[in-house]
């Protein structure tokens, strides 16, 4: 994770945190970068914590999702990070001491995504949740950063919501 100074077309520094990670960080130190859940709830001790961002790579709502915000019968829909060059992804950096993933689901229509996410809970809670409280950090910590596929989710899943009436026919087609 590495937070760079305010400069044309880069996000500003946060306000909650304006110092870089650096090299003069306690080389024992590991950093967490929180891009989805864990901008609101870290869910592990920490001894610091810093918003920022990562550039090269953008959030998607492509992983699966079988215990927090889903089921095995149907998995919700969370956030992975996907390299790309142009992509900047805001998000907290927890500081603490001291495989390949089955779960990823790939790409997918957004009206799919959302579908899936409307239509999912797991044990942390319902799926939408979890989209609307990103959705939430992104407008309060990062309101001048840009992510696309996250806009893309919040507003099919707004437009679908009010006609929005899940059944396992609907849930084939994702």
């Known amino acids: 994770m590495k937070q760079e100074p305010a400069a044309q077309n880069s996000p500003p520094a946060s306000p909650t945190s304006s110092q870089p990670l650096s090299e003069d960080d306690d080389a024992q130190a590991l950093w967490i970068f929180g891009y989805g859940s864990l901008v609101w709830r870290p869910d592990f001790a920490y001894s610091d914590s810093r918003v920022g961002f990562v550039r090269g790579y953008s959030r998607r709502f492509w992983q699966g999702d079988t215990f927090h915000r889903g089921s095995d019968k149907m998995p919700g829909r969370v956030v992975t990070l996907l390299e790309d060059r142009e992509g900047c992804t805001w998000g907290v950096a927890y500081q603490v001491q001291g495989e390949q993933n089955p779960g990823y689901l790939g790409p997918a229509p ?17 799926n939408l949740e979890y989209l609307l409280r990103l959705a939430d950090f992104m407008q309060l910590c990062g309101p001048q950063a840009q992510d696309e596929h996250l806009a893309a989710i919040v507003d099919a899943v707004g437009t679908m919501l009010p006609c929005f009436c ?9």
């Not at 899940?166 to 994702?174: C, K, N």
Request: proline residues 4%.
């Open 110 to 126: 957004e009206e799919a995504i959302a579908t899936q996410i409307l239509a999912c809970r797991g044990f942390s809670g319902h």
């Open 166 to 174: 899940p059944t396992e026919q609907a849930l084939a087609l994702v």
